[in-house]
């Protein structure tokens, strides 16, 4: 299963049922799909679920392939072959990560967490990396990891990206002058425009990183070896004790974790494109989804590969299949059709809506038995 980008074609929005073209009838149609008495329900979210807290989506009306047409992510591939190509990576995710770690859950994460209390939902898988999930719900399956984590690619030592982020600051006494500076401006204002404005004039990607100009260069970035493996002797560092080295290169290490040719090298804990889906994640994600009766989709185009293949699959085995999603949706006309849910509206407004009318239905019946 390999995270895969792909390119929705925008067409005419599918409705079902028909008449959940009001935001009334669209939380009525959710909440009759969702009915615990009709079985069980699985949900898989996407990077629109995010947004409320300030990190973008990819192909939302703001997310970053609609406002960059050119944007192009950095595949697996280039991270492992090319020193340069970590470079980039490292020097823009060192800002944009600022913004992630100050993210807040939002009203959707609450609702998805709320519902799940009360049965209407059974499990949870996501493809968003940000592990906002986690603050509402306790067992949440991250098919595409969590940019909290970094793991070495020698090794597979994992260590902390609060720690990462410490180390790269001292190495890029520079960058870490841009980077005070914007919290610093940011400080002053009120949280919801650090979230919003983590770097000005800057636009930052779902996946942590910033988009920079193009004049920016990288070559001077610097970001550190494993220390494990270079406390082992695998791997060098340079002469301050912790940057990469290039005598790194193309150093054959026979149980190396991961098919990689630089040792050493330590990567965000988060599936690139191009790159497989930890065979644990994807074991996880598919059992969720075969133990659940109907499988509903929030906030995600399901334009990834690794995500459409488990609805797909899900569909074929006879589930009935839910969608609640701003834009298009890969396949949707092919893959939904009668007994099917989808509706074109904010995730938080529906699942808001449906936890409202389970609050007041919970304080009805309270209300009476306290009568009685």
Request: glycine share 6%; hydrophobic share 35%; charged share 25%.
């Amino acid at each position: 299963m390999i995270r895969v980008p792909y390119n929705l074609k925008a067409g005419p929005a599918l409705i079902l049922p028909p008449s959940a073209t009001t935001l009334p009838a669209a939380i009525a149609a959710t909440k009759a799909f969702l009915d615990p008495s009709t079985g069980t329900t699985a949900m898989i979210t996407g990077a629109g679920v995010s947004v409320e807290s300030g990190i973008p989506d990819y192909r939302g009306p703001t997310g970053t392939y609609t406002v960059n047409k050119d944007y192009r992510p950095i595949f697996y591939s280039e991270f492992i072959d090319r020193h340069t190509v970590r470079q980039r990576y490292w020097a823009r995710s060192f800002l944009g990560w600022e913004a992630v770690r100050l993210a807040k859950p939002n009203r959707v994460h609450r609702y998805i967490g709320e519902l799940m209390k009360e049965g209407w939902l059974t499990s949870l898988v996501t493809q968003n990396v940000d592990s906002l999930h986690s603050a509402y719900v306790s067992d949440v399956t991250e098919i595409h990891g969590s940019l909290a984590s970094v793991v070495c690619l020698t090794c597979n030592s994992m260590f902390s990206r609060i720690e990462l982020q410490k180390q790269l600051a001292e190495l890029n006494p520079d960058w870490d002058d841009l980077l005070q500076q914007e919290l610093d401006r940011l400080a002053r204002q009120e949280i919801e425009s650090v979230i919003r404005d983590p770097i000005k004039d800057f636009r930052l990607n779902p996946d942590g990183d910033l988009e920079l100009p193009s004049s920016i260069r990288y070559d001077q970035f610097k970001y550190p070896t494993c220390p494990s493996c270079a406390e082992k002797g695998l791997a060098h560092t340079e002469h301050d004790g912790k940057s990469w080295s290039l005598d790194n290169q193309n150093v054959s290490i026979p149980h190396s974790k991961r098919k990689c040719n630089d040792v050493g090298v330590l990567k965000p804990d988060v599936v690139f494109f191009g790159e497989n889906v930890v065979p644990e994640a994807r074991a996880a994600a598919e059992q969720k989804m075969r133990d659940a009766d109907k499988i509903l989709v929030v906030a995600s185009s399901l334009a990834t590969y690794s995500a459409f293949r488990l609805i797909k699959e899900n569909k074929h085995a006879g589930k009935p299949i839910g969608v609640i999603n701003m834009g298009p949706v890969r396949g949707e006309h092919e893959l939904l059709g009668k007994g099917d849910l989808r509706v074109s509206f904010s995730a938080g407004d529906v699942l808001g809506g449906i936890w409202d009318s389970l609050r007041k239905t919970n304080y009805r019946r309270n209300h009476q038995q306290a009568h009685v």
